[in-house]
């Protein structure tokens, strides 16, 4: 892979220079300029890098500069950095569309960090014009999976990869997590877009009708079929069959679907001539399959059928950056449905919606973005005042303290041994944080109030 490329705006040459000189050490190669207008002379739609501007410039701010930027090439990354920053900056700038935000004096590991995941998802942009030049259609993935964490860059590289491979793919992730998004990207940017997409709930099949609703049949096939009728698979021919809980499919249809899987054909009911099947599976599961087939939920020769691709739907709570972004378009897409103004976000409610756990994962963020834009969630929520960090840091250190206490019941030695810190320290923060010694105090151990060093 190539080294990554940057374009280092700062008009302040001392510090220009030093973070040159620092990226160049970590492999990144630096083109450094002092002024907005000579970075407009070198970035555009075919650049194949990144910009990294400071705010604070005459002539030409840096928020300025990234609106031309973005009127270049929409899809350029920019990262913005400023030693005058605040959190409602630092939404704005994001609201505007810069790819991050870092506030001087920064650890240069962290933009180096910062730079190469801007670098993979710039990569990963000009690949797909390259391919959409080449195919003649339009690849919205991004639109569909937004996200700039690791985990969700890797998602989209392997829809892309597998999209284009035809394969049959299995899906796992949390519920909510937006699975069933994925299988319909997969089938749009594939050669079946054209073709249907048919998504079959494996948990509603009715049980009486479940191989008819499948598999179809011929008139005379069972009292009340008078005349030929298609099934689902047949519906699907060209395109995409959506399996979606797959664990939930009674053992003995997922027996006839192996049949389907290894021969591409199918059978109606009432008939023996076999009826070549073109379509993809594209199985779903909240539960590892895995888990399943140990469960005898899933047949292990169905599952190692299907498990010729994989794609990982990360939780929420395993992406927790993407949140502020992900539910500040949440609310102009909901807005725009309800015909509604958007609502303003805070920082302070952006900042708790990340520390959230989100166990309803896309769809609980989502709803809550529809209550919010309908305003049900409170007024009050969005203007709460932002927790400082030294407060939320005391917090912290006093639940990890109260927990190590609890978890050894109370005795002090194996707390402060765990917690890699002297017995003097411990007692010291457990007075500053109001923990009771004597639910501490173990007739094995000494007193706590003769602390050593």
């Known amino acids: 892979m190539s080294a990554p490329q940057v374009i280092l705006v700062d008009d302040d040459h001392q510090m220009r220079s030093s ?84 506030e001087k004096p920064f650890v240069v590991q962290d933009l180096v960090t910062v730079i190469r995941r801007a670098c993979a998802h710039r990569a990963l942009v000009l690949d797909n014009r390259r391919l959409r030049a080449v195919a003649g259609k339009r690849d919205d993935v991004e639109a569909r999976l937004p996200g700039r964490t690791p985990v969700m860059v890797d998602l989209r590289h392997r829809v892309r990869a597998i999209g284009a491979a035809d394969a049959d793919t299995l899906i796992v992730g949390p519920t909510g997590s937006g699975k069933e998004v994925v299988a319909r990207t997969l089938h749009d940017i594939s050669a079946r877009a054209a073709r249907p997409f048919v998504a079959i709930n494996c948990a509603a099949l009715p049980e009486a009708l479940i191989e008819s609703d499948l598999f179809g049949h011929e008139a005379g096939a069972f009292p009340g079929a008078l005349r030929p009728r298609f099934g689902k698979f047949e ?12 664990g939930a499919m009674p053992l003995d249809v997922q027996a006839r679907l192996l049949r389907v899987l290894q021969e591409r054909s199918i059978t109606r009911l009432g008939s023996h001539d076999p009826i070549a099947l073109d ?22 020769d169905l599952y190692w059928r299907l498990n010729v691709a994989v794609l990982h739907v990360p939780p929420l709570a395993a992406r ?11 609310i102009r897409e909901a807005a725009a449905r309800n015909k509604c103004p958007e609502r303003e976000a805070g920082p302070a409610l952006l900042s708790d919606l990340s520390a959230r756990d989100w166990p309803g994962n896309m769809r609980e963020l989502r ?15 969005a203007d709460m005042p932002l927790a400082r960090l030294a407060d939320r840091m005391a917090d912290f250190e006093r639940s990890v303290i109260a927990g190590a206490i609890a978890a050894h019941g109370g005795r002090l030695r194996p707390v402060y041994e765990a917690l890699g810190i002297s017995r003097k320290t411990l007692y010291d923060k457990m007075q500053r944080h109001g923990l009771d010694r004597r639910l501490m105090l173990d007739p094995d151990d000494e007193d706590p109030a003769r602390p050593d060093g």
Not at 282 to 297: E, F, N, Y
Request: proline share 5%; net charge negative; glycine share 10%.
């Open 279 to 300: 379509v993809r599976f594209v199985a779903i599961s909240k539960v590892d399959p895995a888990t399943l087939v140990a469960r005898g939920l899933l047949r292990e």
């Open 235 to 246: 519906h699907a021919r060209g395109g995409t069959v959506l399996l979606d809980e797959i």
């Open 367 to 381: 709803n809550l973005a529809e209550r919010f834009v309908l305003g049900l969630e409170g007024a009050a929520e």
């Open 19 to 102: 973070t040159a000189q620092a990226l160049e050490l970590a492999g990144v190669t630096v083109h450094t300029v002092g002024s907005g207008p000579e970075a407009l002379a070198l970035a555009g739609p075919g650049f194949d890098g990144i910009v990294v501007s400071d705010i604070r410039m005459p002539q030409m701010d840096g928020m300025t500069l990234m609106g031309h930027l973005r009127d270049l090439d929409p899809d350029l990354p920019v990262i913005l950095i400023t030693g005058h920053a605040d959190v409602q900056l630092a939404v704005s700038a994001i609201r505007a569309g810069a790819y991050d935000f870092l």
């Open 320 to 330: 927790r950056e993407d949140i502020p972004l992900l539910f500040l378009q949440l």
